[in-house]
């Protein structure tokens, strides 16, 4: 799937139509705003708390890394307790396995 920004220079690039500055600008806006609508990270897939998907979304988690870490190395590397990362490690196998 092409972003919209891409549709765009694509259709301009046969010379049909040109668009300003000023267009390309909105039409970069509405790609942005469609992949943040769109596209969701897996780790908001986690049945956790919101506060916790940031943390992880943030840090650059993934589903599998989660996954297959140890709670001591989970909640050391996160700042938290570690039944707090064993309850992140079991949501996150229970994500990859649905």
Do not use: C
Request: aromatic fraction near 12%.
């Amino acid at each position: 799937m092409y972003p919209v920004l891409d549709i765009i220079k694509m259709a301009t690039s046969y010379g049909s139509y040109k668009l300003s500055d000023a267009e390309y600008l909105a039409a970069d806006r509405v790609s942005s705003a469609m992949r943040y609508i769109f596209f969701v990270p897996d780790i908001y897939r986690l049945d956790i708390a919101d506060g916790l998907k940031e943390l992880l979304y943030n840090k650059n988690y993934d589903l599998n890394l989660i996954a297959n870490s140890n709670a001591a190395s989970l909640a050391d590397e996160l700042g938290i307790e570690k039944y707090v990362a064993q309850i992140v490690i079991d949501a996150a196998k229970k994500a990859t396995t649905e």
